[in-house]
């Protein structure tokens, strides 16, 4: 079956990076792109940005587009989502998740636990 | 970007209601609409696709309806495990965007 399995919680002090890796298993890695999903605390969804696991390449949220950076690893069938110049706003679950399709349909088909990042000085 | 309005934001309902969300696109996404469902501390689940496709194994009582920039999930008959937070995203293009969400909770 499916499985993303997160990097464990995370504190970081503002100013700092952070990096999220997302092992993927149980499909071919290179097939299906990865994005990455955030929630802050009690909030929604928020969409961040997504890589295709193939190429390598990237779309971002404007929001982060100079914060962010998203990778994969095929050889250990691994994603990775790095934020910098964290601030206290970026404290959130972020989530990683992998696109299905359906004919034209993308959507969010399986996902990560979650990883909580909290940003505090 | 392309903003996403569900309605309402939360709702109160009892077992074996019918229970119906609504998801309002800021712009025609045709039928680029998906739907999932998320329990406290748990990562969302994918339920529907393409506004009325349902993801295998998701119970028949799940429907969604709608294209354009109108869209609905229906509940027939609310079920205890049916207490959760829903939320509507769009597919038409990037950046994806969500609702902010709806939380049905128990009457």
């Known amino acids: 079956q499916v499985l993303l399995v997160q990097s464990g919680a995370e504190v970081q002090k503002p100013g700092a990076s952070v990096r999220v890796s997302c092992k993927a298993s149980g499909y071919s890695f290179v097939d299906y792109g990865i994005s990455w999903v955030r929630q802050a605390p009690g909030q929604g969804l928020e969409w961040m940005g997504w890589v295709s696991a193939y190429y390598g390449d990237t779309k971002y949220a404007q929001k982060f587009q100079d914060r962010v950076t998203l990778t994969t690893d095929s050889s250990t069938t691994t994603a990775y989502m790095e934020l910098r110049s964290l601030r206290s706003d970026d404290t959130a679950v972020y989530y990683c998740?992998?696109?299905?399709?359906?004919?034209?349909?993308?959507?969010?088909?399986?996902w990560g636990q979650g990883t909580l990042v909290t940003v505090s000085s | 970007d392309i903003q996403m309005t569900q309605s309402p934001s939360s709702l109160s309902a009892s077992i074996g209601d019918r229970v119906t969300i609504t998801c309002r696109a800021s712009?025609?996404?045709?039928?680029?609409l998906n739907w999932y469902q998320q329990k406290p501390g748990k990562a969302p689940k994918f339920l529907i696709y393409a506004a009325s496709s349902l993801e295998s194994g998701v119970p028949s009582r799940f429907s969604g309806s709608g294209s354009g920039t109108d869209f609905t999930l229906t509940i027939s008959s609310l079920q205890p495990e049916d207490f959760a937070t829903y939320y509507c995203?769009?597919?038409?293009?990037?950046?994806?965007?969500f609702g902010q969400g709806t939380k049905v909770e128990i009457k």
């Open positions: 712009q025609s996404i045709t039928n680029y």
């Open positions: 995203q769009q597919s038409y293009t990037t950046p994806r965007t």
């Open positions: 998740t992998r696109e299905g399709q359906r004919g034209a349909s993308i959507f969010f088909q399986y």
